[in-house]
């Protein structure tokens, strides 16, 4: 199942900035998926602070930045202006080095490393809607954190495409390749 859609019609990052209701928004190519409540599962906001921690405890080279969701990732298909771009994700926990790529609205650009934690409500809508626009736009490695598996599906980018996930359980130590040195330890969790 994907999220729902906020209605039938074609949006862009100016839609999507006016919108002064309640509810948090992604698009894709101009596309308004409503992310709805119920908020995530315990777990999953477990999942979500830990790897942000431990990245975050990790990252010793002021050049990279991490950022934990809601955190608005621009992604433009060409040099278009913000106002024009028709997609805006926001990841639960994502890595940049490039820090031109950020200003107050948050991140224009692909980051250099994504971590989505699944729930049952969204696991469909990431894989199915999410993974080929973090492919297009050339985000080089992402994690889907599987919680209801424990388990977390790894995809990096080869010649321009994602090869098959590699996939590890969520025991011991699991390696963010990009960043060498800087692993997540999966036994932290409870």
């Not at 990841?91 to 971590?115: E, F, M, T």
């Not at 790894?154 to 963010?176: D, M």
Request: glycine share 6%; hydrophobic share 40%.
């Amino acid at each position: 199942m994907t999220l729902p859609q906020r209605d039938a019609l074609h949006h862009t990052y100016a839609d999507y900035y006016g919108w002064r209701d309640d509810r948090r928004y992604e698009l894709i190519d101009g596309i308004a998926y409503v992310k709805e409540p119920p908020a995530p599962s315990r777990f999953h906001q477990e999942l979500v602070g830990e790897l942000y921690y431990q990245i975050r405890l990790a990252l010793e080279d002021p050049r990279w930045h991490a950022y934990v969701a809601p955190f608005d990732v621009r992604l433009p298909k060409a040099g278009e202006v913000d106002d024009l771009i028709d997609t805006v994700l926001q990841p639960d926990v994502l890595i940049v080095r490039d820090l031109g790529k950020l200003d107050q609205r948050g991140l224009r650009g692909a980051p250099d490393w994504i971590a989505e934690v699944l729930s049952p409500t969204t696991a469909r809508h990431d894989q199915a809607i999410k993974i080929p626009v973090y492919e297009r736009v050339g985000v080089p490695e992402v994690w889907l954190v599987h919680a209801l598996e424990r388990t977390v599906a790894i995809y990096r980018l080869e010649n321009g495409r994602y090869a098959c996930p590699i996939v590890h359980e969520l025991k011991g130590r699991t390696a963010i390749s990009m960043l060498p040195g800087l692993s997540i330890d999966w036994d932290r969790l409870q």
